[in-house]
């Protein structure tokens, strides 16, 4: 899918999903966007997913050093850790979300407080506010809630492409039933997280055919103004309970089509 110029790929598709007794899955989403001579990631995903993000960028013959820019929505270890991984990469993150996650003691449970340090030091390190272009045609804005400085990246898309905008919300509404509600079940504010929820309603339905990007779901397009989500879920554990190493059990986690 094509908006602005930019190519989409979504590498890792989010998943929403806690476990009972392990805490957060923290499979979230990471998307490629290539265009107007530029590689970037929106979200670097969490250490898990090293090995299945340079294989997914292998088989779009995309290495990591190609990556020009990294994108980061906000600094939770399932968004940001991986940043490492692109030698090569200018790295743009919320002015106000770096701010607070430098402030924060050490052991908080979701930011990685070495990464996060190690991250402030960078020489290609950009720190951005509301409104400002971070690439050619794509802008961030301010959508707080999830955390004190989480952004939204909007990419308008153009007259001669089939589809609207794409909004990569990220954790801003990680789950439909978010966007649903007008509400999250991880913010340190329920206003201002309904605040930032109807923001990003208000830029959804600009243009028909807009696609929006959660956090830990699927891509979602407006359907007689309901999201709705495209394609299936693909998510599920292997556990190996038996006597062998064969001897393996799947539990599909999928869950219905669209919705």
Same mark, same amino acid.
């Given at each position: 899918m094509?908006?602005?110029?930019?190519?989409?790929d979504i590498?890792?598709?989010? &998943?929403?999903?806690?476990?009972?007794?392990?805490? !957060?899955?923290?499979?979230?989403?990471?998307?490629?966007?290539?265009g107007?001579?530029?590689?970037?990631?929106?979200?670097t995903?969490g250490?898990?997913?090293?090995?299945?993000?340079?294989?997914?960028?292998?088989h779009l013959?995309?290495?990591?050093?190609?990556? +020009?820019d990294?994108l980061l929505?906000?600094?939770?270890?399932?968004h940001?850790?991986?940043?490492?991984?692109? #030698?090569?990469?200018? $790295?743009t993150?919320?002015?106000?979300?770096l701010?607070?996650?430098?402030?924060l003691?050490?052991?908080?449970?979701?930011?990685p407080?070495?990464?996060?340090?190690?991250?402030?030091?960078?020489p290609?390190l950009?720190?951005? !506010?509301?409104?400002?272009?971070?690439?050619?045609? $794509? +802008?961030a804005?301010?959508?707080?809630?999830?955390?004190?400085g989480?952004?939204?990246f909007l990419?308008?898309?153009?007259?001669d492409?089939t589809h609207?905008?794409?909004?990569?919300?990220?954790? /801003?509404?990680? &789950?439909?039933?978010e966007l649903l509600l007008?509400?999250?079940?991880?913010?340190?504010?329920? /206003?201002?997280t309904?605040?930032?929820?109807?923001?990003?309603?208000?830029?959804?339905?600009?243009? #028909?055919?807009?696609?929006?990007?959660?956090g830990?779901?699927? #891509?979602?397009?407006?359907q007689?103004?309901v999201p709705?989500r495209?394609?299936?879920?693909?998510a599920?554990?292997?556990?190996i309970? !038996?006597? +062998?190493?064969?001897?393996?059990?799947?539990?599909?986690? /999928?869950?219905?089509?669209?919705?």
């Amino acid at each position: 899918m094509h908006f602005g110029g930019y190519r989409l790929d979504i590498l890792v598709q989010g &998943y929403p999903g806690k476990t009972r007794r392990h805490g !957060g899955l923290g499979w979230s989403t990471v998307a490629l966007l290539r265009g107007h001579g530029r590689v970037a990631i929106v979200d670097t995903g969490g250490f898990s997913m090293r090995r299945i993000i340079v294989e997914a960028l292998q088989h779009l013959d995309v290495q990591p050093g190609d990556v +020009t820019d990294l994108l980061l929505t906000h600094l939770h270890y399932d968004h940001m850790i991986n940043w490492t991984l692109f #030698p090569n990469a200018r $790295i743009t993150v919320g002015q106000t979300e770096l701010g607070w996650a430098l402030g924060l003691p050490m052991g908080d449970p979701i930011v990685p407080e070495f990464y996060v340090r190690e991250l402030a030091l960078h020489p290609k390190l950009s720190t951005v !506010g509301d409104g400002a272009e971070v690439l050619p045609g $794509i +802008t961030a804005y301010l959508v707080p809630g999830h955390t004190p400085g989480h952004l939204m990246f909007l990419v308008p898309g153009r007259d001669d492409e089939t589809h609207g905008d794409l909004l990569l919300v990220q954790d /801003a509404a990680k &789950y439909r039933a978010e966007l649903l509600l007008r509400a999250a079940d991880m913010t340190f504010d329920a /206003a201002i997280t309904a605040a930032s929820i109807e923001r990003i309603w208000g830029f959804w339905r600009r243009r #028909p055919g807009s696609l929006l990007v959660p956090g830990h779901d699927q #891509p979602m397009v407006l359907q007689d103004g309901v999201p709705t989500r495209l394609g299936r879920a693909d998510a599920a554990i292997i556990a190996i309970m !038996g006597e +062998t190493l064969t001897d393996r059990t799947e539990f599909d986690l /999928a869950g219905p089509p669209g919705g």
